[in-house]
C-alpha cells in the first residue's frame, strides 16, 4: 500500500518519516508542487523501492522459516499451529488497537455534506471567520467559496475565475468584515471580493520578484493597515503590502534553520508578533510583524507541542493558539508563549469526533472551534 500511495501521494508516504534524511520531504513537496517530475518520481520510486525490498526481505525470512519446519515425523502438531495463528493475530489486532487509540470526542455539531450543492463540500481545505459580521467563509476543491452563518448554513456562493491548475488553499476576511482575502494559490495572485463574491482587487504575477509570488497560502492583517502574504516553493517567504497591494518589504526563506520556512501555511498576528506554521518543518515560527526572528515552537512527532504537518491557525479569546495538524489528525490548543501544547481534539477516522487530513481551522466569538475534516468532506464544530 505504501509502494502505491508513493506513487502518486507523496505527502501521505512521508508522515512515516517526516523528517529521515534532513530536507527530503520538503524537497519532495517542493518538486511535487512546482510539477518538477523527474526528481518527483525519482523520489517516489525509491519510496516504493524500499517498500519491496522489505516485502522481499519479509518473504526470505518466512521461507527460511518454512524450511527449517521439522519433517512428517516431527511435524508440528495441528493444534499447536492453530495455537501459534492465533496468538499472531491477536498481537497484530493488538498493536493496531493501541496504535490507534487516542482521546476524543463527538463534536457539538457538523457543518456541510458530500456534493456541489450550496451547503455541500468537495474536499474543503480553507476556513476563516469574520467576528464583525458573525460569519465564515470556506473554499473547496472544486474552487468553489461559500459564505456560512454562525450555524454553518450557505448565505452566498461563487466560484473563483480559473481553476483548472489549482485552487486556494486558503482564504482570509479582513478586519471589518467587508472583504474577503483569497490567495489564488496556483495563479500566484491575490484577489479580493466582496461578502457576495464580486472582485474589488487583483494584484501579484508569477516570480520571486517584489510583489510577486509562487504559491501564495494565507493572508494575514495587522494594526497598522498592512497586509502580510505567505507563499511557498522553492521561495518560502511573507510578502507585506499596503491594503491596495502595494509591496512594501518580505523576510524568511527556504530553509529548516532559524527565521526559514518550508511551506508557511497559516498566520495569526496579534500584538506585534505573526505566528506562522511552519508546515514541512513541522514547527511554529514566529516574527515581530517588521520581519525580525523571534522563536520557533514544537517539534515533529504527536506528542503535545508536537506537529506533523501543522496547516491550520487561529487563536481563540485567551490568547491561545489553536493549531490543525494534517499529519496527525487532530487539533491543539498551544501556549503561544512557551509552545506548550494544552489539549487536543480528534483522531484519525471517519466518524463524528474523527478527522481525515484536517487543512484548516478558526474559532469564532463563542469560542467554538470550526476544523476542517477535509477528506471527511465537512466541518466539525466543538470546543476544548
Keep these: ?108 455539531d457538523v457543518w456541510l455534506t458530500t456534493g456541489t450543492a450550496p451547503g455541500q463540500v468537495v474536499y474543503p481545505r480553507g476556513i476563516t471567520y469574520s467576528p464583525a459580521v458573525d460569519q465564515f467563509y ?107 497591494g502595494q509591496y512594501l518589504y518580505a523576510f524568511g526563506r527556504f530553509g529548516q534553520g532559524d527565521g526559514e520556512f518550508s511551506r508557511p501555511q497559516s498566520m495569526v498576528i496579534d500584538k506585534g508578533l505573526v505566528y506562522v506554521t511552519d508546515a514541512c518543518n513541522h514547527r511554529l515560527n514566529v516574527f515581530t510583524t517588521d520581519g525580525q526572528f523571534v522563536r520557533n515552537m514544537g517539534s515533529v512527532g504527536d506528542g503535545a507541542g508536537q506537529y506533523r504537518f501543522p496547516y491550520g491557525l487561529d487563536m481563540d479569546a485567551d490568547g491561545r493558539l489553536i493549531v490543525c495538524e494534517f499529519g496527525n489528525n487532530r487539533v491543539q490548543r498551544v501556549d503561544k508563549q512557551t509552545g506548550k501544547g494544552l489539549a487536543s481534539w480528534g483522531r484519525g477516522g471517519r466518524q463524528p469526533g474523527e478527522l481525515a487530513y484536517p487543512w484548516g481551522v478558526c474559532v469564532d466569538k463563542r469560542g467554538r472551534v470550526v476544523a476542517v475534516d477535509a477528506g471527511n468532506n465537512r466541518l466539525q464544530v466543538f470546543e476544548f
Design 138 to 244: 470556506v473554499v473547496d476543491r472544486m474552487a468553489r467559496i461559500q459564505r456560512l452563518d454562525r450555524d454553518g448554513h450557505c448565505l452566498a456562493a461563487w466560484q473563483m475565475p480559473d481553476w483548472k491548475v489549482g485552487k486556494p488553499v486558503g482564504l482570509s476576511a479582513s478586519p471589518d468584515g467587508t472583504e474577503l482575502w483569497v490567495p489564488d494559490t496556483h495563479y500566484h495572485r491575490v484577489k479580493v471580493y466582496t461578502p457576495d463574491g464580486q472582485e474589488k482587487l487583483t494584484f501579484g504575477t508569477e516570480g520571486t520578484g517584489p510583489g510577486q509570488f509562487i504559491y501564495p497560502t494565507d493572508v494575514a492583517f495587522d494594526g497598522k493597515g498592512r497586509v502580510f502574504v505567505s507563499e511557498y516553493g522553492d521561495h518560502d517567504r511573507i510578502q507585506v503590502f499596503t491594503r491596495t
Design 1 to 108: 500500500l505504501v509502494g502505491v500511495l508513493s506513487l502518486g501521494e507523496v505527502p501521505a508516504t512521508v508522515l512515516l518519516a517526516p523528517q529521515k534524511p534532513p530536507m527530503l520531504v520538503p524537497a519532495l513537496m517542493t518538486w511535487v508542487h512546482t510539477l518538477r517530475l523527474d526528481p518527483m518520481i525519482e523520489g517516489a520510486l525509491l519510496m516504493a523501492g524500499l517498500t519491496f525490498g522489505l516485502g522481499l526481505l519479509a518473504a526470505l525470512i518466512a521461507f527460511v522459516f518454512r524450511s527449517q519446519m521439522p519433517n512428517a515425523e516431527g511435524r508440528m502438531s495441528n493444534a499447536r499451529r492453530r495455537c501459534l495463528l492465533f496468538t499472531a493475530t491477536c498481537a497484530l489486532l493488538a498493536s493496531s488497537f493501541l496504535c490507534g487509540c487516542s482521546r476524543s470526542s463527538a463534536p457539538d
